[in-house]
Structures are given as C-alpha cells and as structure tokens.
C-alpha cells in the first residue's frame, strides 16, 4: 500500500523533523519524569507502551458513551469497496463484516484470520483453488434482513466497476477474473446481476470461489473491507460512501465530509452472531480538523480519545506529549518501510555499482535524524522487508552493514564503488520528492549532502505530492526528468509478501501510468519466486520464499532503505482494551476499544 493509505496527515515544518530528534533519543532511553516510567500517571494513563503489542486495561472497558475521534484527514471514501486508507479498513469494522476478518488481539496475532460472517474458515479444496464457506446464523443487515451468501458476492462484484467505484485494492479482481472477463454488476446482463461466474451460491447459506490459479493469500483478500457484503438494493453507487449500508454493530447516523462522522448503534445487529465485535460504546464520533496541531492539542486537553489517521503525532504535539504526558503514548513499529529506489532507465543506475555507491555512501544515522530519530523515526532499515511480514529478518538482515560498520557512510568503499561502475569521479543526479511531504523533503536533504561528500552531485526536485501516480509513477516522465532516486515508502496491503512486494518489485506489475516499481525490476528470479509463491499453501514454506524474495531484492541493490518506521501516537486517560496490531500496520486495533468511564 502506499503511503496515501495512511493519510498522509502529517503538515510539520520542515526543521521540526531533526530539532526534535535529541528529545525522542532522551526518550527513548527512560528519561524524564516519573511518567515515563511507564507505570501510568496520577490522570489514569496506563503507560508509556502500555499498549504497544500488548492490552491496555482490558478489564475496565464498560458498555456505554461515546467514543471520540479526531483526524487531520478525512477516509478516501466511506464505501468498502473504494477506501484505500489504512485508517478506513480498520473503521469499517464498525459498520461492515466480511467473511473472515482480521484476529481482535495485539501485535503478531492481529495479523491472523479468523470467521467473521462465515462459521469457520475456508473448506480449501481442489489443490487451492476452490474456498467453500458457509454463513452464520441470525447476521442481518440493519433493517434486519438476513445478510445471504449473494450480498457477499454482489459486494465483491462491485470491485470490477472500477469506472465507477475506482480507488480500492483490486486483488479480488485480478485473482477471481484474470482475463478481465467480467464487466461487473452495473453493465452485467444476466437477470439478477451475479453474473460473475467464479463465485457460486448455491444457496443462501453457502459461498464457493472458483480460482483460475491458486493464490496462497485468498483468504487474506477476503479479509480487506473490500469484500463486505452490499446489498443490491441499498446500492447507491458511487454515493455510496455518504451513508453504507450497515451490517455490523454500528451505522451512519450523519456525515458531513470534511466535517464530522457520527455512528451509533444498530439495534439489529446480535452480539450472538459476532464473535469478533464487542461493541462497548453506545456512540462513535470523528471530528475532522484542517490543521494537525490544533488535533494534537484536542487530544492533550482531553477532549478527544485518539487519532483516527495513526501517523503520529505532529511534531509541536509530540514534543509537548513527551514532556508532560509519555504515559498516554505508544511508540509502534508500523508496516512501512521508507527508503529511496533507483530507477534503472537513468544512467547511470544502470549499473549496480553506481546503485551500490549510494548506499554506501549515505549517512544512514543523519537519514534516520531526518524523519524524526529512533521513536518519531523509525529503526535503521537495513533491508526491504518490513518487520510484520512473514519472512522477515528486521535488522539481521543487513547485507549492506547499513545499521552497523557503514552507518554513518563508508566514503572509501562508496568511492571504490563508483571506480567500479566507471565513474571515479561521481556524477550527477536528481532526487525527486513530494512536496507535501516535509519529513521526505528533509530526507532528501540528508542524501543530499551525504552524497556530495562522494563527488556525486544530487539535485532536489520537488514535485506535486498529489500527482504522484502521473509524476513518479509513469517511466517514461522519470527518466525525461532524469530521477535517479526517488523517495518514497510503502506499507503491506496484508502481511503477506505478495501483499507488500508484488507491486514493488514484480516485472509483470511495469506499467506506463501509476507505476510502482520504480526501480523497473526485471529479474525471472524474482518473478518465479512470486509464481512459487502464490501456489505455496504451508506457511513455513512461504515465508522462506519471502525471505529469499527479500535477499534477491537487496543483492540487486535496487533500493536504499531509511527506517522501518515508527510513530508516536496518543490515547486517552479513558481509552479502554486499547492495543496496537500488526493486522492494520501498528494502529490501534478500534473494533473493540471500550472507556474507562463511559459518563466522562
């Protein structure tokens, strides 16, 4: 996924990123006040990582009051089948189901499937190909009408109207259709408009998808928001957004875009027939603001319970919280990776060497002081694979010795590098980066003058942050621009190496507009890795092949990694059985967070 998953919510100026990282290094070695010892505080806050990969005050959540929300962004859109946003995917868990959902428990666990609307996970048969499910009893829609096996499908059709309902993960599409055979619901002909041959309901009950090609992540699909079911009838469209149709325990009672959201219970839904949602507040509420730190100070003073975008706090809020209150704060790793990538169409990144030359050459240190330090920032990232994903190896991995001997930059072997790639005395460059981006224009920087200290020479082009698709995303633009580097970060879709990597790195995922692998990866090494993948079912032998993914990808030096990123985020003295997950990269999981004191 990309970063626009995540909202981009941050506005910092761009000096805050580096003057505040001595701060967050004090913090992250206990420094300060009693608070931060992470025992909690006198107001009720439970600690400084209380609830990082582990539950806070599981116990004292209470049925009842209203959940309060604050965010710098709005969703991409409300609509399950057209929200992209990290944030959005984990909110609609309060107004839709799907057929199997991410766990409701901290850290690694958050990342495993369970039912959800199905009574069990998939029956798999016929080599991988074939899921069978069978639906629960008593799951209704919220005028209380049966929730069957055709709504199912009929919200998954709803992906192939890309002409109208564009903007959501297409996986369903690609893996169910690969010939693009289907025109989806609104330009089907057959008589109910389930016309898509690959899922079959034989009865209201029953569910079976037919695969074309086995995929080892199916169920992992099935689990995005985008595979809610919608009912035909309720189908408005591409006005769909202002107000889904519910099928889990909360619905829209308003929405003003760019305003505010609230939800509030649906009185149909039945706490028997949902084994994930406990459904603690009576009341949910998002209050949308146009400027991060105004959010940030709403937070402090208590009048909201928690971000609803989860990229940290802003740089003023995050120092304030780290004096006076660490004990409201958690510090996840979060499932992105930000690194620079180098894009073979731009000489001389042709040629490994000259890709090696950079990243020996960087001051991997000054890069992590760039975005923020160890907890704002992030840890060294020495690799391409973030820490959630299976086959992942976090700093072990460092084939560069980016975190260790060459941390700081290696000038000799940078230098060698460049001799070997025939340019002994460096060349030029130009880094391109978005300019609504203040903490990867501050990265830039950093490169920037590490790289002068090896002779090569890199100029900064920032671009318009909201065109990146049409910037950086077509060839031919990047190498009529000459961007040797561009800066940039990327997160899984689900954790999955398929889930992060297929469209960074796969060759078949090259396209002319909305590109993402940036650096023109081309290697059948990798390719057939991905298509051994995808029909691996054990889970042992998929993360071996993601980890040798993971190796090919740095032995072709493809990519110079920053941090595997970290955020600081906020909750409440009242926020109850409040944890991080690594189902929605680091965020707090919102389905079952409960208050302490629901009359507050």
Known sequence: MTTQRTSGRRKQALAAAVAVAALLTTAACGGG???????????????????????????????GGTLKFGAAQDADSWDTTRGYYGMMWNFARYYSRQLVTNKAEPGAAGAEITPDLATETAKVTDDGKTYTYTLRDGITWEDGKPITSQDVKYGIERVWAQDVLAGGPTYLKDVLDPKGEYKGPYKDTSKDKLGLKSIETPDEKTIVFKLPQANSDFEEMLALVSASPVRQDKDTKSKYGLKPFSSGPYKFESY?????????????????SDPVRKAYPDKITINFFSDANQLDQRLISGDLDLDLNQTGMSPQGRTTALKEHKANLDNPVSGYVRYA????????????????????????????????????????GTNMLPPSVPGAEGQKYDPYEISGANKSGNEAKAKEALKACGQPDGFKTTIAVRNNKPVEVATAQSLQASLKKIGITAEIDQYDGSQTAGIIGSPSNVKKKG?????????????????????????????????????????????????????????????????????????????????FERFINWRSDNLANVYTTDGYSGQYDFVNLGLKNPKK
């Open 256 to 272: 003003a875009p760019g305003k505010d959201l609230t939800l509030v219970r649906n009185d149909k839904w039945s706490q028997a």
């Open 483 to 563: 961007y040797g580097i561009i800066i940039m970060g990327w997160g899984p879709d689900f954790p999955s190496v398929q889930g992060f990597g297929l469209p960074l790195w796969s060759s078949k995922y090259i396209s002319e507009s909305g590109n993402n692998n940036y650096a023109l990866i081309k290697d059948k090494t990798i390719d057939g890795l991905f298509d051994s993948y995808v029909t691996t079912l054990d889970d042992a032998g998929k993360a071996k092949i993601s980890t040798e993914i993971n190796h090919k990808v740095m032995e072709g030096a493809y990519y110079l990694p920053f941090v």
């Open 33 to 63: 006040s009693d608070d931060d010892s992470g025992k909690g505080s006198s107001t009720g806050a439970a600690g400084f990582d209380a609830a990082n990969n582990k539950v806070a005050q599981a116990s004292l959540a209470k049925k």
């Open 341 to 380: 990538v180098f894009p073979q169409s731009v000489a001389p990144f042709d040629n490994i060497e000259c890709r090696k030359a950079v990243i020996l050459g960087a001051d991997h240190v000054s890069l992590q002081t760039a975005r923020g330090g160890p907890i704002a920032g992030g840890d060294i």
